[in-house]
């Protein structure tokens, strides 16, 4: 099957699958990844690796498939994820960039955070997509509305104690408070987490840190730093940085908080640990010099402290909509998916993150 797949997209000539090599590199929710080789052939941009993305079944509920091929071209001519090299109707064929996704520990690490707000900033630079205008409000409201239509659909009006016929009323809730925050729409990753993110192989170090795990809860040290407060980056990826985005699946216009607030809701997830599904808010959100840190990397070199402040709040209000999109996504996935990975109790844990900023917004408005 792969052999063929080369052949039809004109990528190799190759006659067999005696041909090539093929090994697994993932089974993940949305994809099947798998490394392909040749050990006899050179391919086109002269590389015999290839990395063969093949979608998953059902993940059309999720994503839109034309929208994602549109844009991983814009954002891969930018260098800010691997080449695309040929697509087909089930999948791609990426260049295979030799590396590692990074540890959680890595993601939470003071430099890596800092990397990943930096790459963010250029990965929202980009500002045109062939084939995929900007719009003026983004899908954000309108992609929860749907899936709390589905959640609904699926799971009917509760499922595994999850009042899920509220939710609808909760998205009129949640747009109703976001309202009130200013935050730009720009070219949004809407998925970054610590799978995601892929650490080239020459820079397996934590950089200025001399280990592969760097060290977590170290932001008062280095939140002064000027390496881990880059001046505003240029369109493209940014120099000196390791790291590389992948799995663009759910990537669109949106809200720029919602990235970061993604970006701080991650950091309780360790999707290599023994129970993927299990967060840790309490211990991993990161604290508030840490989310200064994050915002102060992503504004760039000179960003005045109340520019700082304003991003930390605008990633705190949109860290809800990630809660409740990501919450809404583990319900449907619970009934669509053949994944192992236990989509009930990530949706119980996303949902009580919801609700908990939810109230702790409105013990504030009442006091």
């Known amino acids: 099957m792969v052999a063929a797949i080369l052949r039809n997209v004109g990528l190799l000539n190759v006659e067999s699958e005696e041909d090539i090599s093929v090994s697994a590199i993932s089974g993940g929710n949305t994809n099947r990844v798998y490394r392909v080789s040749h050990t006899e052939a050179t391919a086109r941009g002269g590389t015999r690796d290839f990395l063969l993305r093949l979608f998953g079944y059902g993940t059309e509920v999720f994503i839109d498939r034309q929208q994602e091929a549109l844009i991983y071209r814009a954002v891969s001519s930018q260098g800010l994820c691997p080449k695309l090299l040929a697509t087909f109707s089930e999948g791609r064929i990426e260049e295979f960039v030799p590396g590692q996704p990074l540890s959680a520990?890595?993601?939470?690490?003071?430099?890596?955070?800092?990397?990943?707000?930096?790459?963010?900033?250029?990965?929202?630079?980009?500002?045109?997509?062939?084939?995929?205008?900007?719009?003026?409000?983004?899908?954000?409201?309108?992609?929860?509305?749907?899936?709390?239509?589905?959640?609904?659909?699926?799971?009917?009006?509760?499922?595994?104690?999850?009042?899920?016929?509220?939710?609808?009323?909760?998205?009129?809730?949640?747009?109703?408070?976001?309202?009130?925050?200013?935050?730009?729409?720009?070219?949004c990753h809407n998925d970054v987490n610590h799978l995601n993110i892929l650490l080239r192989p020459t820079k397996l170090e934590t950089p200025g840190q001399g280990t592969s795990e760097g060290t977590e809860r170290e932001i008062g040290g280095c939140h002064s730093n000027a390496g881990c407060a880059a001046t505003t980056p240029a369109l493209g990826p940014v120099a000196g940085d390791d790291i590389v985005f992948i799995d663009l699946e759910y990537a669109g216009w949106n809200y720029r908080g919602f990235d970061l607030g993604n970006l701080l809701c991650e950091w309780a997830s360790d999707f290599q640990s023994p129970h993927p599904c299990e967060l840790d808010f309490s211990t991993h959100y990161p604290t508030?010099?840490?989310?200064?840190?994050?915002?102060?990397?992503?504004?760039?070199?000179?960003?005045?402290?109340?520019?700082?402040?304003?991003?930390?709040?605008?990633?705190?209000?949109?860290?809800?909509?990630?809660?409740?999109?990501?919450?809404?996504?583990?319900?449907?996935?619970?009934?669509?998916?053949?994944?192992?990975?236990?989509?009930?109790?990530?949706?119980?844990?996303?949902?009580?993150?919801?609700?908990?900023?939810?109230?702790?917004?409105?013990?504030?408005?009442?006091s």
């Not at 009006?157 to 935050?183: F, H, M, Q, T, Y």
């Not at 402290?305 to 949109?318: D, G």
């Not at 993150?353 to 939810?358: I, L, R, S």
């Open 105 to 187: 520990k890595q993601f939470r690490s003071c430099a890596f955070s800092a990397q990943i707000a930096r790459q963010l900033r250029a990965f929202h630079s980009i500002s045109d997509v062939k084939g995929l205008p900007k719009p003026t409000i983004p899908p954000l409201i309108a992609q929860l509305r749907a899936w709390a239509t589905k959640a609904r659909s699926v799971c009917g009006s509760a499922w595994g104690g999850i009042d899920v016929a509220s939710l609808e009323g909760e998205v009129d809730r949640l747009e109703a408070r976001l309202l009130a925050v200013s935050s730009p729409v720009c070219l």
């Open 288 to 366: 508030t010099e840490e989310q200064k840190h994050i915002a102060r990397a992503y504004l760039g070199s000179g960003a005045q402290e109340e520019a700082i402040e304003a991003l930390v709040i605008e990633m705190n209000e949109f860290a809800l909509a990630s809660h409740l999109l990501w919450g809404m996504w583990g319900l449907i996935q619970s009934k669509m998916s053949t994944s192992e990975f236990e989509s009930v109790s990530y949706a119980q844990q996303r949902l009580a993150a919801y609700f908990e900023g939810m109230r702790r917004y409105q013990r504030l408005q009442g």
